[in-house]
Each structure stands twice: as C-alpha cells, then as structure tokens.
C-alpha cells in the first residue's frame, strides 16, 4: 500500500539496516567504539556509568537487562564526535504493555573526538589489540557490567 505522498518525502534522509553476527570478542571492547546485542554493555563513557537505581524498570522497580547498544556518531558536531545509544529492558512479561516505554531504559552516551578515553585517531580494527587498556574507570558489576557502588565481599574490589 502506497502512502500519500507527504513535504517529509521530499526531504533527504537515509537508513542504516544492521545485523547481528559473531565476531570475535576483542573486537567488542570499548575502544572499538561497537554495536552490539546482548552480553554486558561496552561503555563509551568509563567514568559516568548507570548506576543500578537508574537502571531499574519504571513498572515493578526491579532491575533491567542489556539489551543491545548503537553506536551512531555524529561527526559534524563536535561534543558528539563519538556516540552511543544503550537499551536496557525489563525481564518481566507483565511489564511490557501496549504503548508504554516505561520498562525500558535508553541512555546516549556522546564523547567529542578528544577526550580522555579513546585516542584521537580510530584503533586498528583487522587485529587483536596487543597492549592491555583498563576500560573500566568505574567500579562495575561483574555479572551485568552496570554501575556498582559496592565490592566483592571476597576480593573487595
């Protein structure tokens, strides 16, 4: 069914379609700057990291699950040169209702090109990184990979 045609149709804009596919994990690291489904969230932002009460679901409160992220930069502004949207979702069915967003969370995370994380030119993506980068300037959990204000009661990091 053709739509009737509309002042938005005249306007330039384009879509990116993706799709999900192994890849190795090293390629999932933050300074890779990924797009990714499921697994624990690769922060593009390692000092200002959800915390736990941000993340919990806006029906029962419990706590949401990684979902996927995108990273989308926006290289013609400079405070976004790097960017990235992370969805987290509830577990729970009886969350999920009819036009209501309430059990999902999405953050944008946006870094302009230099900035204290990342180096100002793109790693090299064709092999595994050689050197050891510490990627986690804030204390996460080591289950979900969220913000965690607490330590391992054992190791107490």
């Given at each position: 069914v053709k739509m009737a045609a509309s002042a938005?149709?005249?306007?330039?804009?384009?879509?990116?379609?993706?799709?999900?596919?192994?890849?190795?994990?090293?390629?999932?690291?933050?300074?890779f700057f990924p797009s990714k489904v499921g697994g624990r969230p690769a922060w593009l932002d390692l000092e200002s990291v959800p915390t736990a009460p941000e993340l919990s679901c806006g029906v029962c409160g419990?706590?949401?699950?990684?979902?996927l992220q995108v990273y989308?930069?926006?290289?013609?502004?400079?405070?976004?040169?790097?960017?990235t949207v992370f969805v987290f979702c509830c577990k729970e069915p009886s969350c999920h209702t009819r036009n209501n967003g309430a059990c999902f969370r999405v953050y944008r995370s946006q870094l302009p090109r230099e900035n204290n994380f990342y180096d100002f030119d793109p790693p090299d993506e064709d092999s595994p990184p050689t050197e050891g980068v510490d990627e986690t300037l804030s204390p996460l959990c080591y289950v979900c990979g969220c913000g965690?204000?607490?330590a391992c009661a054992r190791c107490h990091q």
């Open positions: 938005r149709e005249s306007e330039s804009s384009s879509v990116d379609l993706g799709f999900v596919e192994e890849t190795e994990s090293w390629r999932l690291l933050s300074r419990k706590p949401t699950v990684f979902l989308s930069p926006r290289t013609e502004q400079a405070t976004c040169f790097h960017r965690g204000g607490k």
